[in-house]
């Protein structure tokens, strides 16, 4: 099931609530002042099932200008929006403002619903959707489908659901979700017996029960305890969806909207953007050099002001590279769009794209620094090295390999990686011949899945260490070297966000369970062998797996790991302290006379003539005893 976010946009009093009503049944008015006054104020969300199968969740934004900001908010991670235009009144204020934010964060996919066809004459209506094409001729919109619709009666709302599966089917792109999650969150609040929730619109990656996740840009870790998808408990949610996320470690009043969800050491708080800063073409207003302005992206807002790097001034429709300084640190991604709006009187004057969302303070009119920004927004040599490194996410890919596919001198790709390091974009593994690098975005994507794997294994046996590193590469690094794949264990032990110990991989909190039934399996393990004395058995042979069958052979390995039990044979044990008397009595004979045989090694030990040779490779092992080359003959080593 493909999943998809629809947002309305339009004048106040359009319709926009109740058309979605129409479409879902819900009334997304949620307060009570909403529904009094009968205009939307914070955003409203609810969901509908197309026809073919897939599932639309639909946020309704203010159209009130007052409330422009939870309009900006409720943009973030649309994938089509729904213009609504009231057939008895044609474009208004708002309708232009909200067409201008759309297109400034980057909205491309949008029908045009001419609402209230019900109120006007078919004379009118075709009059009002020919001014309404004749209008948007010189936007965005001008190739955007026309639908006519009555939200009241209903009419023209097939029209308008094969239209979206029509764009949703040939147009949307399924959001990416192998990479980290995140989630900007646009409500907080908290439930009785629950604690504390946050809900927003899942952009990217998964979010799954119990993961560990860190609230950015205040770097606080907090984990998932429930998920809500359109009020259903889910195991876990992906890019593309509405969400509702229960945490636990955090309280409500250490988030607030604007605030992003995400893996541990994947963002970092900022408060300097590098930006391209567009000025609205018909906006009034012109910016000056350290101009304060309100930012929106995401689901923030920030005060900020504009440092111009190229100009003293910036008028309408010209565009130019600015450092925005924020008075509020917010956490970011290169790509991510944003609105600015004029201090005072509140207006829309422009919006852009960050370039880089964690810089070093920059001069101005500085040509270096203007280049460095040129190549940013072009797609510098940085943006192919970082393309074709994530095409290599399965395998990693090394700098000699990056300077064939890219013709690029290696000292060249060497530059262009340690930016991409310097900016937690990326991680490089130097070994003896070459340095592999890896997109961070897909090591810790990786890393989620294989710490999803283990809490899965930990609870399944938690009598078990972990699983072996060789499985692990086997099943989620089969394309990786060895060789790298144990820097790559070395690298998250250094952070500790998965722990080897020897041969096997483990979560940090992961402790074996020594419960009573541990204990009980022990000792019973322990009891047997000692009494069993020189006559080994073997497990099948004690009372052990009468009670403990499902366990008995992972504290078996427990006790061989902790140096308690012997393993003599593929099936016989015994325990230590037994085999270094043996092997003291041994030592002694040798030393006393030329060679033992095994005969008078099962008559010391009043075993078998097989047991006897199981204590003599163990003396071997020990360089106690060798073999003389005669079948049954040892002498001291």
């Known amino acids: 099931m493909k999943h998809i976010i629809i947002g309305t946009a339009g004048h106040i009093d359009h319709g926009k609530t109740t058309l979605i009503k129409a479409l879902t049944g819900c009334n997304t008015d949620r307060w009570k002042e909403e529904q009094e006054r009968g205009i939307t104020i914070d955003l409203g969300f609810a969901f509908f099932d197309l026809p073919n199968g897939d599932r639309a969740g639909i946020v309704d934004v203010p159209g009130h200008e007052k409330f422009i900001h939870n309009m900006v908010t409720g943009v973030c991670g649309m994938d089509m929006v729904l213009l609504v235009i009231a057939a008895d009144e044609g474009i208004m204020p708002q309708t232009k403002e909200h067409m201008d934010i759309l297109h400034l964060l980057g909205i491309q996919k949008c029908i045009v619903v001419l609402n209230k066809m019900d109120l006007v004459d078919p004379e009118w209506l075709e009059l009002m959707e020919e001014e309404v ?289 310097d900016g937690s974009e990326a991680f490089v593994f130097p070994m003896k011949k070459d340095t592999y690098v890896w997109m961070r975005d897909d090591e810790l994507y990786l890393q989620e899945q294989i710490k999803a794997e283990l809490k899965k294994y930990h609870h399944k046996y938690p009598y078990r260490h972990g699983i072996k590193k060789a499985e692990i590469q086997t099943k989620y690094m089969k394309k990786i070297k060895p060789v790298v794949a144990a820097k790559i264990f070395e690298h998250w032990e ?69 140096n308690q039990l012997v393993r003599l044979s593929e099936d016989a044990y015994t325990v230590k302290p037994l085999l270094e008397t043996a092997a003291e009595k041994i030592r002694e004979v040798v030393h006393q006379q030329p060679v033992i045989t095994i005969s008078e090694v099962r008559d010391l030990f009043s075993t078998s003539r097989k047991n006897a040779k199981l204590i003599l490779e163990y003396t071997d092992g020990q360089r106690i005893t060798r073999n003389t080359g005669a079948e049954s003959e040892w002498k001291a080593y």
């Not at 080994?536 to 790991?561: C, Q």
Request: hydrophobic letters at 35%; glycine letters at 6%.
């Open 133 to 421: 094409r004749d209008q948007l001729q010189d936007t965005f919109l001008k190739d955007a489908p026309v639908v006519k619709v009555s939200a009241v009666t209903g009419e023209g709302l097939k029209e308008l659901t094969d239209e979206i599966v029509k764009m949703e089917t040939s147009e949307v792109q399924e959001k990416e979700i192998h990479t980290i999650p995140r989630l900007p969150i646009d409500r907080v609040f908290t439930i009785s017996g629950f604690g504390t929730i946050v809900t927003g619109t899942l952009i990217s990656g998964i979010i799954r029960k119990d993961d560990t996740l860190q609230l950015y840009p205040w770097n606080a870790p907090c984990k998932v305890r429930n998920i809500q998808v359109h009020g259903k408990n889910v195991d876990e949610c992906s890019a593309g969806q509405r969400v509702a996320v229960n945490l636990t470690g955090i309280k409500k009043e250490d988030i607030s909207r604007g605030d992003v969800l995400a893996s541990p050491n994947s963002m970092k708080g900022t408060t300097l953007l590098d930006v391209k800063l567009k000025i609205l073409k018909d906006s009034n207003r012109i910016v000056k050099n350290r101009s304060r302005l309100h930012l929106f992206t995401g689901t923030s807002e920030v005060l900020c002001r504009a440092i111009l790097l190229d100009r003293d001034e910036v008028k309408a429709g010209e565009e130019c590279f600015a450092q925005l300084r924020l008075e509020q640190e917010l956490a970011l991604r290169k790509g991510d769009r944003f609105v600015v709006r004029f201090y005072s009187p509140m207006e829309t004057i422009g919006g852009g794209e960050v370039l880089e969302p964690n810089p070093k303070a920059k001069r101005r009119f500085k040509e270096e620094a203007l280049e460095e920004l040129r190549r940013k927004e072009a797609g510098s040599s940085v943006d192919v090295v970082q393309m074709h490194v994530k095409s290599h996410r399965d395998t990693l890919i090394t700098i000699t390999e990056l300077a064939k596919l890219t013709a690029l001198s290696e000292e060249e790709i060497r530059q262009d990686v340690s930016e991409l390091e």
């Open 494 to 562: 250094t952070e500790e966000s998965i722990i080897s110990s020897g041969e096997y991989l483990h979560l940090p909190e992961f402790e074996i369970l020594k419960d009573a039934r541990y204990e009980g399996c022990r000792k019973l393990l322990l009891n047997s062998f000692e009494k069993a004395e020189y006559q080994f058995v073997k497990l099948s042979e004690t009372d052990v797996e009468k009670e403990y069958a499902d366990m008995a052979e992972d504290i078996l390995l427990l006790l061989r790991e902790e």
